[in-house]
Each structure stands twice: as structure tokens, then as C-alpha cells.
Nanobody, 123 residues
Framework: QLQLEESGGGSVQTGGSLTLSCVVSGYNRNYNCISWFRQAPGKEREGIAAVTKSGATAYYADSVKGRFTASRDDAADPVYLKMTNLGPEDTAMYYC????????????????WGQGTQVTVSS
């Protein structure tokens, strides 16, 4: 059974940066991507970035492209989400999730979720 645990959330001011980490443990041969989702109060959960299991390829939603970087050195390492130039619109609970890459933005396709870490950006 696959388990994921996020860390690194916190409170920052507009323009600041944070790096989230996701440690993946256990076994599940059916996933090949780790996605990052976020959910703000009253909004739907959205997929914002993903990286392949090997770390070779990353995918980004338009809302974070150029500001966020998803990375992983290899399949045994944590997955990172480096977030820069943060704004109040980035305030949300952030989750990492195991998924098959073509569906990286679809919450219903997630095979395992982390518990989430809160990011709050103040103006």
C-alpha cells in the first residue's frame, strides 16, 4: 500500500517562496507520476503540477507555470514543489498524490493521497 506525506507548508508574504516535500513509501506498481493538487476554501481541488516517478518530466497548470517547479532526483527520493513569487491566490491546502501520468490533473484518478499541508500567503 502506498503512503504519501507532505511537509513544508507555512505562512509567507506576497512575493515569498516555499518548498513543499512529499515522501512516498510503500509499493504500488500502477502509478508513474506524483501530482500536486491544491484546494482553497470553497473551491474544487485542482491539479497544479506533476513529476514522473523517475523525475525526468514535469507538468504544470497555467496558473503556476513559471513560478512553481516540481522535481525529483530519482524514484527513491522525495518529491519537491518549489513555489516562488507566491500571491494570496496561492493560499490553499496542498496535497501530493500518486497517479497515472496522463491523468495528472484529475482528482478522481488519484490512487493515494497525502494528508495535506497548508500554505497561506498574506498581502
Amino acid at each position: 500500500q502506498l503512503q504519501l506525506e507532505e511537509s513544508g507548508g507555512g505562512s509567507v508574504q506576497t512575493g515569498g517562496s516555499l518548498t513543499l516535500s512529499c515522501v512516498v513509501s510503500g509499493y504500488n506498481r500502477n502509478y508513474n507520476c506524483i501530482s500536486w493538487f491544491r484546494q482553497a476554501p470553497g473551491k474544487e481541488r485542482e491539479g497544479i503540477a506533476a513529476v514522473t516517478k523517475s523525475g525526468a518530466t514535469a507538468y504544470y497548470a497555467d496558473s503556476v507555470k513559471g513560478r512553481f517547479t516540481a522535481s525529483r532526483d530519482d524514484a527513491a527520493d522525495p518529491v519537491y514543489l518549489k513555489m516562488t513569487n507566491l500571491g494570496p491566490e496561492d493560499t490553499a491546502m496542498y496535497y501530493c498524490a500518486a497517479i497515472v501520468c496522463p491523468y495528472w490533473q484529475i482528482p478522481s484518478e488519484v490512487q493515494a493521497w497525502g494528508q495535506g499541508t497548508q500554505v497561506t500567503v498574506s498581502s
